[in-house]
């Protein structure tokens, strides 16, 4: 008899080699350039932290002002009047205080500036011995940036993974900051590098979220190697899988049929966790409107909507709903019985059906494996999908 194939020829998991090259290439080059980016950051913040220094060293003297003022409305700067919207958000100043998260607090900016102006001499251009004068005991900081508390995240959690994985990480990439622009490309590179790491375009974190299931459908998709610790490597890098929900039946029952997920801790939850906050990190670059990015995680979805479609069409009649209208489902289960509290997206208003725990099983495993519900991302970029005791929380996007 022809040993059983996986249904996804690409996830080729029994192999080691595939493991190998995802920690090989797309992980440790991921971890590199974001381990490289936080390291420059970290030094630029440093060379800035005295800016009387700063402004007489020739180099970190332009740098500086690249960083304080570049692109900033020259009326705000002449007036030393300078706010929030004197600072374009595709400015560089912009970028650096509102992405980078590097920079003056407005009040110590205009300080500079105004004192600035009782030690330049006039003419054109910038006098840096009189910006050097203007800036005593001045520094740049870090300013509160959502991004880089994400970037922050990202780097722990990447680490996390390394160490629970076994492997031993790279060198951080080695960034040279003579320019503004410089770090700026630093960070479109972490940026591209995770995008590499997203489901749509590589098959092992795919595989990962697709861990989050019912048994049998795993089974159905990848064979019943899948839960076998000789056969499956993933386990020897630190993957471990449990039980989220059960039908609540006899133990026998209860292992073959539960839906699956992530023991917390393990590399797949790591990963579920990475892939979070890449999905934060587009989000947010979606919202600055600086980059002409694609919502990534919508991307994702539309491209298996017509799985979720399929789902929420016949869900919907059962609670007088439209299938757009579904917005969150906590499902619980009890004796092979499985309630569904399904809450409306306009008025929130909350409607309960009860299905077999079979028929269940059979309507969401789709969506489930696909990363259609129990991963989705809200407004606030909190996870959508919540586990309690006995209790799955769904998001519908």
């Known amino acids: 008899m022809a040993e059983c ?26 971890y590199s350039t974001v381990s490289g980016f936080i390291h420059a950051r970290r030094g630029l913040l440093g060379s800035l932290s005295n800016l009387q220094q700063a402004f007489n060293d020739p180099k970190y003297g332009v740098l500086a002002l690249e960083v304080l ?96 994985a076994n492997i031993n990480p790279p060198e951080p990439k080695r960034y040279t ?26 098959q092992v974190t795919f595989f990962t979220q697709s861990l989050i299931a019912p048994k049998p459908y795993l089974k159905l998709m990848y064979c019943d190697d899948i839960f076998n610790e000789s056969v499956n490597p993933m386990y020897r890098y630190g993957f471990r899988l449990s039980d989220i929900l059960t039908p609540g039946l006899n133990e026998e029952l209860n292992r073959e049929w539960a839906i699956v997920g992530h023991k917390e801790g393990s590399t797949g939850d790591l990963i579920m966790k990475l892939l979070s906050g890449l999905y934060q990190l587009n989000i947010e670059l979606v919202k600055s409107k600086i980059f002409n990015v694609d919502n990534e995680l919508m991307k994702y979805i539309n491209n298996y909507r017509q799985y979720l479609d399929v789902l929420l069409t ?32 306009d008025v929130r ?31 606030s970029l909190e996870l959508r999908a919540i586990t309690y005791r006995g209790t799955l929380r769904l998001y519908v996007p």
């Open 69 to 164: 003022l570049g692109g900033v409305n020259p009326d705000c700067v002449a007036k030393a009047s300078v706010d929030e919207e004197c600072i374009p958000g595709n400015s560089m100043a912009g970028f650096y205080r509102r992405i980078l998260g590097i920079g003056l607090d407005l009040d110590s900016l205009n300080r500079l500036l105004n004192t600035y102006r009782y030690y330049a001499a006039g003419g054109q251009g910038y006098d840096y011995n009189a910006l050097s004068k203007a800036s005593s005991g001045i520094g740049v900081k870090e300013l509160e940036s959502r991004v880089m508390n994400i970037v922050n995240e990202l780097y722990s959690t990447v680490s996390s993974i390394l160490s629970t």
């Open 177 to 202: 900051v003579n320019g503004a622009r410089d770090l700026v490309d630093a960070f479109i590179e972490v940026y591209n590098s995770g995008m590499k790491l997203l489901p749509l375009y590589n």
């Open 314 to 345: 016949k869900l919907a009649p059962k609670v007088e709903l439209k299938p757009q209208d579904i917005y969150w489902i906590e499902v619980s289960s009890n004796i092979g019985k499985v309630e569904l509290k399904i809450t409306d997206r």
């Open 5 to 30: 194939q996986p249904k996804i020829p690409e996830v080729n998991y029994r192999n080691e080699d595939w493991w190998r090259e995802f920690f090989i290439k797309p992980f440790t080059e991921f």
């Open 349 to 379: 208003s909350e409607r309960r059906i009860v299905v077999d725990y079979l028929e269940f099983v059979t309507d969401f495993s789709p969506s489930l494996f696909l990363g259609l519900l129990d991963f989705a991302l809200s407004s």
